[in-house]
């Protein structure tokens, strides 16, 4: 599925400040939450885009600071976006640990928040949804979701039900290891892999289909909402 490889980065124009700075605001992406917000120049906004980890320049220190370079909780930059006026900058970043300095999640938590995240990371497939609608519209050659588009639904569908049978095989798998006491860390793997390839089969059904995800969600949101009382 290479049509969900990372896409470049490219330096952004930005209006740096007459100290010649730019406030950039860290979020995560698995939810969007936002973790911190610190200073880049020219040479820190080069060096995080260069090696994709976030760099910021240091007002104390005045000098070029990678997130993490001593606690080693850097920030994986996954997305880079100026704003309107092109003097701020929204950097999305995966964080290999607690950003704040005082071991919480965010900057923005109080001090004995947990560090952990509380979400799964499902904001993350409304990038991998985006990806595959562009190319059920745009339809660009040498594409995967391309070639399974114009296969048209019994080629998506059979797809989706090979991967079905695989995630059932992976799960087996894992069930047995965990019953004669064997390492299950290849099993669970297997089943992390069949499942995504799952998901993102049954989101090109949907797409060939002209069902939007948003469909599905409001319907497990009706299925699950609470059933009014009964009247007494």
Same mark, same amino acid.
């Given at each position: !599925?290479?049509d ?5 980065? @490219? ?21 969007g939450?936002?973790? !911190?917000?610190?200073? !880049?120049?020219?040479?820190a906004?080069a060096?995080?885009?260069? @090696? ?6 240091? /007002?104390?220190r005045?000098? $070029? ?10 920030? /994986?930059?996954?997305r ?8 701020? $900058?929204?950097?999305?970043a995966?964080p ?10 965010s ?10 995240? @509380? ?7 409304e ?9 059920a519209t ?21 797809k989706?039900?090979?991967?079905a ?6 799960? /087996?798998d ?5 019953r ?10 297997a089943?992390?892999?069949?499942t995504?390839?799952l ?7 949907l797409?060939?289909?002209?069902v @939007?995800p948003s469909?599905v969600?409001?319907? $497990? ?7 009014a009382?009964?009247?007494?």
């Amino acid at each position: !599925m290479s049509d969900t490889a990372p896409a470049a980065i @490219t330096l952004p124009e930005v209006a740096f400040g007459a100290d010649g700075l730019v406030p950039a605001i860290v979020q995560d992406v698995a939810d969007g939450r936002v973790l !911190m917000l610190a200073w !880049m120049d020219a040479e820190a906004l080069a060096a995080t885009i260069a @090696t994709r980890e976030v760099h910021f320049h240091s /007002r104390s220190r005045d000098r $070029l600071w990678r997130k993490g370079e001593t606690s080693g909780n850097v920030l /994986r930059l996954v997305r880079l976006d100026v704003d309107c006026d092109g003097d701020a $900058l929204l950097v999305t970043a995966d964080p290999a640990g607690p950003t704040c300095h005082r071991h919480t999640r965010s900057c923005f938590d109080a001090s004995d928040a947990t560090a952990e995240r @509380t979400t799964q990371g499902f904001g993350w497939l409304e990038k991998l949804w985006s990806t595959i609608a562009d190319r059920a519209t745009t339809r660009p050659i040498g594409s995967y979701t391309t070639k399974l588009l114009d296969g048209g639904v019994d080629a998506v569908g059979r797809k989706v039900t090979e991967e079905a049978t695989e995630v059932l095989l992976a799960a /087996r798998d894992d069930a047995e290891a965990e019953r004669v006491g064997g390492e299950r860390g290849a099993a669970q793997d297997a089943l992390a892999g069949e499942t995504a390839d799952l998901l993102y089969h049954t989101l090109v059904l949907l797409a060939e289909r002209g069902v @939007t995800p948003s469909e599905v969600i409001a319907t $497990l949101r009706e299925r699950h909402a609470p059933h009014a009382a009964a009247p007494g």
